[in-house]
């Protein structure tokens, strides 16, 4: 059987001698503590007489004792005032019983719908926010103090390539030291870069090829983790914390509502904190500047390289490896290459075929045009999605058992009229009768609603050949005078992925499907100004997929 236990309490000792309200308590109580099924063993029994403003009361602490050791069930108090006066109290006891699983019962304030339970839960809320963030306060100024008596602040700190963390308060702890061999790699990273000239790539694989393992262990280095031992100022001696916050990523791979600030922001600089000594120095500080005007000359020189724009940059795909398809700008002949075949970071080469850009996007631009611009291959595939979708949903059926339904529950309130009538029963038999009638009319309605609005929207792009003609010819129109941007735009619209397969080329985009109106009146005179619109317009979509030869 389950256990509980009681606690009961007055304010003076008056009170406690006259026992009329300490026995009143503990009886109302026990009659609860029977009628839900639990036991009350006597040593769990605690009747104390002491003011109800603080939380240091003798009694009380040997009741929470029991729920922190798991030894009870359920905790029945009497009232709120009962247990404490101040609500911020109640809410740290109520979060105790939360955390063991333990029911907290108020005799007169149920922990239900009722306000007074709303109110509880909300203090509790508001009691645990208040809570998290004085934790969080002292967490903070606790970093900040040891980051300026030199000390790295973070726990789980992890440290640049070259150095390692050595954890602890005291002299000589919390603080970085140089690994010896890896701080040799790092100092040759530099010198390769700015006394031999080499790009990242190239110190990429000469890394490779001297076989020195990645900062993760692995065999292989990448360009990223070059690009950041090379901008990384802690290699000059200079330590600082507090230098990102939590932030919203730019792209959300997945939603989580109770989890918003997945990525990080770079602070204000004035908001970083040095962490003076932490650090040991592996290069110049001359040098580390040297490097970064070195990264900024080969990123405008790499700008000036790149003159040709490529349309498709970010909707070409390897069927092969599924990697995407990159611009060549060094190239004679700027071309689309596998991002596996041409770019250090893969170290097994794709062996997927290289397009000219010029060809690829013209192949790829004329098809578009094509499936566009006819309005008879438009039209078809129209038709076709049209009856798919009505063969296959069955809205209509539904609505139609749905009628009857209602028909029957019609019928069934006009016997139950007639019945009454009759004499058959009293009035509370036939409201509880109307009632559940009632009932069951409004969830069928509901339902019927859902059917309708499907279907409606099944219906709403109807076959308007006249409209899709329209729309074809000026599509024709403007396609010829679309800026580039224009075009990136469009291609965004249609979500296109093309995919390279050796010398086959293949598309896939959505073409999305407007309303009749719009299709002959909205459209036509600002196509070009709406191409954003159009997606959010669209009550449907059509699936495309195309060969480009």
């Given at each position: 059987?389950?256990?509980?236990?009681?606690?009961?309490?007055?304010?003076?000792?008056?009170?406690?001698?006259?026992?009329?309200?300490?026995?009143?308590?503990?009886?109302?109580?026990?009659?609860?503590?029977?009628?839900?099924?639990?036991?009350?063993?006597?040593?769990?029994?605690?009747?104390?007489?002491?003011?109800?403003?603080?939380?240091?009361?003798?009694?009380?602490?040997?009741?929470?004792?029991?729920?922190?050791?798991?030894?009870?069930?359920?905790?029945?108090?009497?009232?709120?005032?009962?247990?404490?006066?101040?609500?911020?109290?109640?809410?740290?006891?109520?979060?105790?019983?939360?955390?063991?699983?333990?029911?907290?019962?108020?005799?007169?304030?149920?922990?239900?719908?009722?306000?007074?339970?709303?109110?509880?839960?909300?203090?509790?809320?508001?009691?645990?926010?208040?809570?998290?963030?004085?934790?969080?306060?002292?967490?903070?100024?606790?970093?900040?103090?040891?980051?300026?008596?030199?000390?790295?602040?973070?726990?789980?700190?992890?440290?640049?390539?070259?150095?390692?963390?050595?954890?602890?308060?005291?002299?000589?702890?919390?603080?970085?030291?140089?690994?010896?061999?890896?701080?040799?790699?790092?100092?040759?990273?530099?010198?390769?870069?700015?006394?031999?000239?080499?790009?990242?790539?190239?110190?990429?694989?000469?890394?490779?090829?001297?076989?020195?393992?990645?900062?993760?262990?692995?065999?292989?280095?990448?360009?990223?983790?070059?690009?950041?031992?090379?901008?990384?100022?802690?290699?000059?001696?200079?330590?600082?914390?507090?230098?990102?916050?939590?932030?919203?990523?730019?792209?959300?791979?997945?939603?989580?509502?109770?989890?918003?600030?997945?990525?990080?922001?770079?602070?204000?600089?004035?908001?970083?904190?040095?962490?003076?000594?932490?650090?040991?120095?592996?290069?110049?500080?001359?040098?580390?500047?040297?490097?970064?005007?070195?990264?900024?000359?080969?990123?405008?020189?790499?700008?000036?390289?790149?003159?040709?724009?490529?349309?498709f940059s970010g909707y070409v795909y390897c069927k092969w490896c599924g990697r995407r398809y990159w611009g060549m700008p060094k190239k004679k002949v700027p071309s689309y290459a596998c991002a596996a075949k041409q770019h250090i970071d893969f170290p097994t080469k794709c062996r997927n075929r290289t397009y000219s850009a010029a060809r690829l996007e013209?192949?790829?631009?004329?098809?578009?045009?094509?499936?566009?611009?006819?309005?008879?291959?438009?039209?078809?595939?129209?038709?076709?999605?049209?009856?798919?979708?009505?063969?296959?949903?069955?809205?209509?059926?539904?609505?139609?058992?749905?009628?009857?339904?209602?028909?029957?529950?019609?019928?069934?309130?006009?016997?139950?009229?007639?019945?009454?009538?009759?004499?058959?029963?009293?009035?509370?038999?036939?409201?509880?009768?109307?009632?559940?009638?009632?009932?069951?009319?409004?969830?069928?309605?509901?339902?019927?609603?859902?059917?309708?609005?499907?279907?409606?929207?099944?219906?709403?792009?109807?076959?308007?050949?006249?409209?899709?003609?329209?729309?074809?010819?000026?599509?024709?129109?403007?396609?010829?005078?679309?800026?580039?941007?224009?075009?990136?735009?469009?291609?965004?619209?249609?979500?296109?992925?093309?995919?390279?397969?050796?010398?086959?080329?293949?598309?896939?985009?959505?073409?999305?499907?407007?309303?009749?109106?719009?299709?002959?009146?909205?459209?036509?005179?600002?196509?070009?100004?709406?191409?954003?619109?159009?997606?959010?317009?669209?009550?449907?979509?059509?699936?495309?997929?195309?060969?480009?030869r």
């Amino acid at each position: 059987m389950k256990t509980a236990a009681i606690y009961t309490r007055v304010s003076t000792t008056r009170q406690k001698e006259e026992g009329t309200s300490l026995e009143t308590q503990l009886e109302r109580c026990l009659a609860l503590a029977k009628a839900k099924g639990y036991e009350v063993p006597d040593e769990f029994i605690f009747k104390e007489d002491y003011s109800g403003a603080t939380l240091d009361r003798p009694l009380l602490m040997h009741a929470r004792l029991l729920l922190k050791e798991k030894k009870i069930d359920a905790f029945i108090v009497h009232s709120t005032d009962r247990l404490a006066r101040n609500p911020i109290h109640i809410a740290i006891i109520a979060e105790e019983c939360e955390k063991r699983k333990v029911e907290l019962i108020f005799v007169t304030e149920p922990l239900d719908n009722t306000p007074e339970g709303q109110l509880i839960r909300y203090v509790i809320g508001y009691a645990a926010q208040i809570e998290k963030e004085k934790i969080l306060e002292r967490t903070t100024r606790g970093k900040k103090m040891r980051a300026l008596r030199g000390k790295i602040p973070s726990a789980g700190h992890t440290s640049p390539y070259g150095y390692r963390y050595i954890p602890g308060r005291g002299d000589g702890e919390g603080i970085r030291a140089i690994v010896p061999e890896n701080a040799e790699v790092v100092k040759k990273i530099y010198s390769w870069l700015v006394e031999e000239g080499l790009t990242l790539n190239a110190i990429v694989r000469r890394l490779r090829d001297l076989g020195i393992p990645s900062p993760s262990g692995k065999e292989t280095w990448i360009k990223s983790t070059v690009h950041r031992v090379l901008t990384n100022p802690a290699y000059t001696g200079k330590t600082y914390a507090f230098t990102m916050t939590p932030a919203e990523p730019k792209r959300r791979l997945k939603s989580n509502p109770s989890r918003l600030l997945t990525s990080r922001a770079w602070r204000p600089r004035d908001e970083w904190i040095e962490v003076p000594g932490a650090t040991p120095a592996i290069i110049t500080e001359e040098l580390f500047n040297s490097v970064q005007k070195q990264l900024q000359r080969n990123s405008e020189l790499a700008k000036r390289n790149s003159k040709h724009q490529y349309l498709f940059s970010g909707y070409v795909y390897c069927k092969w490896c599924g990697r995407r398809y990159w611009g060549m700008p060094k190239k004679k002949v700027p071309s689309y290459a596998c991002a596996a075949k041409q770019h250090i970071d893969f170290p097994t080469k794709c062996r997927n075929r290289t397009y000219s850009a010029a060809r690829l996007e013209r192949l790829v631009w004329e098809r578009l045009e094509e499936a566009m611009t006819n309005p008879d291959f438009v039209y078809e595939l129209l038709r076709r999605r049209q009856e798919t979708l009505l063969s296959g949903d069955s809205a209509e059926e539904d609505l139609k058992t749905i009628d009857a339904m209602l028909d029957k529950l019609r019928n069934r309130e006009v016997r139950l009229i007639r019945l009454y009538s009759f004499g058959e029963f009293d009035d509370d038999l036939l409201q509880r009768e109307k009632a559940s009638i009632e009932i069951e009319r409004k969830r069928l309605l509901s339902e019927k609603e859902v059917f309708e609005q499907r279907l409606k929207n099944l219906r709403r792009w109807q076959l308007d050949e006249e409209g899709i003609k329209s729309l074809c010819n000026l599509v024709l129109r403007r396609l010829q005078e679309f800026s580039f941007e224009a075009r990136r735009l469009l291609l965004e619209t249609l979500q296109l992925k093309v995919w390279i397969d050796g010398d086959s080329v293949e598309l896939e985009a959505i073409l999305p499907i407007l309303a009749r109106d719009q299709l002959s009146s909205h459209y036509p005179d600002r196509m070009d100004a709406t191409l954003t619109e159009v997606k959010s317009d669209a009550v449907s979509f059509l699936p495309l997929k195309l060969s480009a030869r």
